[in-house]
């Protein structure tokens, strides 16, 4: 369990993004006895120095109707997806080990997002394997940070975390995915609407492991899930839910309607 954590810490700290994947790919999980472990985790996951971060505002603007725009928009997938991938294994290595999922849960915990960091890598290397047929590299445009803010306003609890990673971030991303994939099919590009459409049905899978860890450890804390999911939005997330929602994918991944409306 101890090389197992420092495989996962070794996921955060490797900056080149096509070797991130690649190491969490390798890591399994083995079947050694769970054992406490203090791990010296960064508060951001390493990045290369050559990546230029931008407010959200000056992020490059996504339009459909030209490949560059296009190319916008699949480099912004790729930069979520890159987080995703941090953000799995971070819940991995800073909470798996400590109260309340130590140690009844923490194998199961590490199997259950050790599966999401690795289909998160390989969503990365989907869209930047397209990206790459198109002339594109990850890092060729600049990125924002905001979705690793929200991993530091609730880097000091597991509930806080499954709360804004999976039931709102990743909960976000089924609500997106289904009109960038209809208007990509609108344009002719098959191609990346397929890639969308494989990514966004593995994403309900990642929704739904989220909802069961945080149920579970509502109820190990003696808290009300929806109630409590409803206080971490005000005291944790630093925007408001916005409809449009995909109401049946979010059905689908065990997130009633009576959570978010």
């Known amino acids: 369990m101890q090389a197992f954590a420092q495989a996962c810490l070794a996921v955060l700290q490797q900056p080149e993004p096509l070797q991130k994947a690649k190491l969490a790919h390798c890591i399994q999980l083995g079947s050694s006895k769970p054992v406490?472990?203090?791990?010296?985790?960064?508060?951001?996951?390493?990045?290369?120095?050559?990546?230029?971060?931008?407010?959200?505002?000056?992020?490059?603007?996504?339009?459909?109707?030209?490949e560059q725009g296009r190319l916008a928009l699949l480099h912004a997938i790729a930069h979520i997806e890159l987080n995703a991938i941090d953000l799995a294994f971070d819940m991995i290595a800073r909470f798996a080990f400590t109260a309340p999922i130590f140690p009844e849960w923490t194998s199961e915990f590490c199997a259950d997002w050790l599966r999401v960091g690795q289909e998160e890598a390989k969503h990365f290397g989907m869209i930047t394997d397209l990206m790459a047929k198109r002339g594109m590299a990850?890092?060729?445009?600049?990125?924002?940070?905001g979705m690793w803010d929200a991993a530091i306003a609730t880097?000091?609890?597991?509930?806080?975390?499954?709360?804004?990673?999976?039931?709102?971030?990743?909960?976000?991303?089924?609500d997106v995915t289904p009109p960038m994939i209809e208007k990509l099919e609108q344009v002719g590009d098959i191609q990346a609407a397929d890639v969308l459409q494989l990514i966004y049905q593995e994403e309900i899978g990642h929704v739904a492991v989220g909802v069961t860890w945080f149920t579970r450890v509502c109820k190990k804390l003696e808290l009300e899930p929806q109630s409590h999911f409803k206080h971490l939005l005000q005291t944790r997330y630093t925007s408001t839910l916005k409809p449009p929602f995909n109401h049946q994918a979010r059905n689908n991944a065990g997130l009633p309607k009576s959570f978010y409306v």
């Open 138 to 145: 990850y890092g060729d445009l600049p990125v924002h940070g």
């Open 36 to 66: 406490p472990i203090s791990l010296p985790l960064p508060d951001h996951p390493a990045r290369p120095e050559t990546l230029l971060y931008v407010t959200p505002g000056k992020a490059p603007k996504r339009k459909w109707g030209s």
């Open 155 to 174: 880097r000091d609890r597991v509930d806080a975390r499954l709360a804004i990673a999976p039931l709102v971030l990743e909960a976000r991303g089924l």
